[in-house]
């Protein structure tokens, strides 16, 4: 909202009702001074339409003498319990305080929006809910609206990503991978969650077990970084703010990086805002290293991350790719079938790991290990292969991925990528290994095909009436040896899950075929 120079203060504010087939005129609203927030308040789930407007000045506009919005308030009631009548009472239960300019912004509200449900979060700097939600009796289940405010003029993301991410000072570096959280707006349903038992729970609410979930692996395992692995939000999403805040308000509240790939579900809808939209949201949010991509590769998401030994080195350690692995298409060959890791992009990383290779080999006298992982939603066929060496976790449903081989695995194995992490399948949790072709030990096997396992109580968490955990991957990078291990955190455990050493030394740790995993076996009652 707003002119584009920011420097604008909200002046007033009201809702307006009305039917589709009421012609403009009919709002009494003057479309040249009130600005309409593109947020239906009800959704799109009832005749009647309700918007929110606002006026707006600049601030170099404005005197001593001009009112503008310095507080709102939801109440039945009038707020104040004096004399005081300077509240001003709009519909829905508006209370809009408004005050002299007094040249002071940071006192003045320069900014308004609106989220959903009662679960909504506002992770923006600058930015608060007001609460109770609006007055507009929504139909049972839809989610309310809740006006957000932002005060003062933007800042620069405070706290924002650091200049480079870099190694801890004991060599290591942790990833934690989250994969499929299907968050909805609103609290969602959850049809096949299970005690610690195994026993099946009744329906519940799904994004509060999600947050949950989530939240006790965060505290656990403190992460360097966070990895979306794609379908952050479900189909059909009502609004794709609201549920985008709720799945990255756990990480900007702990101050942790992160970086997203999106999934085939994340831009479905009527209604879902587009994944270039969605990376304009991310972009703008604290912590956040999500990148769009070059314009000329296809799709969004297509970027890397490296992560650089510890200051003042300028060496980088790790590299991680992100690929957008597009959505579902139609298809003569079998339903569903998805879009393939395209031309243009195996081109974009084929030249971009050899022009950062290239760089590592000229400006590192010493050439310490190096590694490389990709990052992507759909699984691409090389997982569905019959004959992979399956270790750390269980096959719980077919790979469901494109129908057509781009051999984007060739062009992985071809620039020394050490591991993929995709995600999907949400009853999948491996990490595998493809057979050496020629039979041979000579050739270096690899990468590592790894699922990250479904994470959100939103998305399925059974396959052919088999109930399974929720779970999300852990990578821990010991940089002084080229080692990376990987294990699983599931709920109702405090142990690590299937932990597995992937490499050592820059290689396959041993010999695929006889590779050990440490387990904690059945979960235990003890809930994260």
Known sequence: MGFDDGHTVITDLTVNFCFPIDPPSISGLDPRKWRRIEKELYLHTTRQTAWLHVTQAKEEDLTADDLVLTDIKISELHPSTSSDSSWESRLAGIWVLRSNYTGNNHQAITAVDVLFGVDAVEPRPQWALIRPPLQLNPPPGVPAAQISVRRGVTKPRPGGPPEALRIKEDGTFKVLQISDTHMVTGVGVCNDAMDA???????????????????????????????????????????????????????????????????????????????????????????????????????????????????????????????????????????????????????????????????????????????????????????????????????????????????????????????????????????????????????????????????????????????????????????????IKTWKRIEYSNERIDELVLMEGGAVATDPNDIEIKTSGNPTQDVL
């Open 197 to 483: 038992h195994g026993q099946p729970l009744p329906e519940s609410e799904a994004d509060p077990l999600t947050v949950k979930f989530l939240g006790g692996i965060l505290d656990v395992e403190k992460p360097d970084l966070i990895i979306l692995t794609g379908d952050q939000l479900h189909h059909d999403i009502l609004d794709s703010q609201s549920t985008l805040f709720k799945v990255v308000a756990p990480l900007i509240e702990r101050s942790i990086p992160y970086a997203a790939v999106f999934g085939n579900h994340d831009d479905e809808g009527t209604y879902a805002l587009s994944r270039a939209a969605q990376m304009s949201l991310l972009q703008d949010l604290p912590f956040s290293l999500s990148q769009p991509g070059p314009e000329q590769v296809d799709g969004i998401g297509n970027y890397y991350l490296q992560i650089f030994a510890q200051a003042p080195s300028e060496v980088p350690l790790l590299t991680f790719y992100f690929l957008d692995s597009h959505g579902q298409i139609q298809s003569k060959v079998k339903d569903p079938d998805y879009g393939w890791i395209t031309e243009s992009q195996i081109d974009w990383f084929t030249r971009t790991s050899q022009e950062l290779r290239k760089a590592r080999e000229n400006d590192s006298e010493h050439n310490p290990p190096h590694l490389s992982l990709a990052f992507m939603h759909i699984p691409f066929p090389e997982y569905a292969d019959s004959d992979l060496i399956l270790r750390g976790g269980h096959r719980g449903e077919p790979t469901e991925g494109p129908s057509f081989n781009s051999h984007f695995y060739d062009a992985l194995v071809k620039e020394g990528i050490a591991a993929v992490g995709c995600g999907h399948d949400h009853v999948n949790d491996f990490c595998a290994l493809r057979p050496q072709q020629d039979g041979s030990k000579a050739s270096q096997p690899g990468p590592w095909l790894c699922y990250g396992g479904g994470g959100g109580f939103g998305g399925y968490g059974s396959y052919d009436g088999k109930r399974y955990y929720r779970r999300m991957r852990v990578w821990e990078f010991d940089t002084s040896n080229g080692g």
